[in-house]
């Protein structure tokens, strides 16, 4: 049985490289079980603290609050206050449509 970590079935498992405003480059991996379950999550629900992700997704609040971090460096969630409540980005509906596509019903 996949751990909560281990990429989706049908995804990529290196990390890919795409390039962000001013010519930067942003790593970005494949998500994991847990960054879909997260980011589903917040794009249903919109805004939440992590403690009630975390509650609501069935996952411990230490492991939301390491994925969000991980989340947010890669810009595909976001920070929308001071108090750590986060929403999902544009970019990380994009993610989670392209990697849940080979594994969705």
């Known amino acids: ?5 281990a990429p989706a079935p049908g995804s990529e498992s290196d990390a ?5 405003d001013g010519g930067s480059e942003r790593r970005s991996a494949a998500l994991t079980r847990t960054d879909e379950r997260v ?3 917040l794009d249903d629900a919109g805004t939440d603290y992590p403690a009630f992700v975390a509650s609501n997704t069935g996952l411990y609040v230490d492991h ?3 994925r969000l971090d991980a989340l947010d ?6 920070q929308v206050t001071g108090e750590e409540v ?3 980005t544009d970019a990380g ?3 989670l449509r ?3 596509a080979a594994w969705s019903d």
């Open 16 to 20: 890919q490289s795409e390039e962000v």
């Open 98 to 100: 392209e990697d849940c």
């Open 39 to 41: 980011l589903a999550y």
């Open 93 to 95: 509906r994009d993610a």
């Open 64 to 66: 939301v609050e390491s």
């Open 86 to 88: 986060f929403r999902v």
């Open 1 to 5: 049985m996949p751990s909560s970590d």
């Open 73 to 78: 460096a890669s810009g595909l969630v976001e």
